[in-house]
């Protein structure tokens, strides 16, 4: 039996057309993006490769609100995120996305806890900040300091504070980048976990090419210009991820 195509199965989250974005260093251009066409649809993980310098991380922020595009469109659903005011891409943000990168970014003077509260309390329905650090396995640690925590933990804190909120999108820029093999399979399974979960749509940039095994697309870019975009039939296991 055929599996239907992506497309026949899940709504699109986000769809960019023509998407571009250049940067102006002095008398230089530097075209980050060019004409990207993508869909992205509810529930799916998606990984983004490419070599440095390649788009990655610029799409993801246009993507999350957080940059804006030179020329072309981008929607999230309706909602055309070019043309969006600063105040309606803040409540885009707080509302509908999650972000992880690969530096964590907690407070170091607030407790695991308060810094997943710091998202809550920003948040129209979210979980408490113990049913977030449940969900990747920390809420032993809620009490404990940042600096008492590992890198993995930290960064699972990281996550929990990002799907806090009850995102409907989680953008996770090189989010193991920083961590070794075991550390960083228990951070993919948390992102996993929320995505199985709640029907997340996880994005996922990294430079670890064994990860793509664990997404439903593998979209491969290269000077600002998507290459490839592959379908697994199935996920892989993360007892098939090696760094």
Known sequence: MNTPPLSARREIIFRSKNLSKTYTLGEMEVHALNGVDLELYSSEVVVLLGPSGSGKSTLLNILGGLDSATGGEVFYRDHNLVRASEDQLTTFRRDHVGFVFQFYNLIPSLTAEENVALATELSRNPMTPLQALDLVGLSHRAGHFPSQLSGGEQQRVAIAR?????????LCDEPTGALDLATGKLV??????????????????????????????????GNGSIRSIEQNTTRGSLDDVEW
């Open 162 to 170: 990002a799907v806090s909120k009850q995102p409907e999108i989680l």
């Open 188 to 221: 993919l399974e948390a992102i996993l976990r929320v995505n199985r979960d709640f029907g997340t749509l996880a994005v996922i940039i990294t430079h670890n090419a064994a990860i793509a095994r664990l997404a439903d697309r593998v979209i491969q870019l």
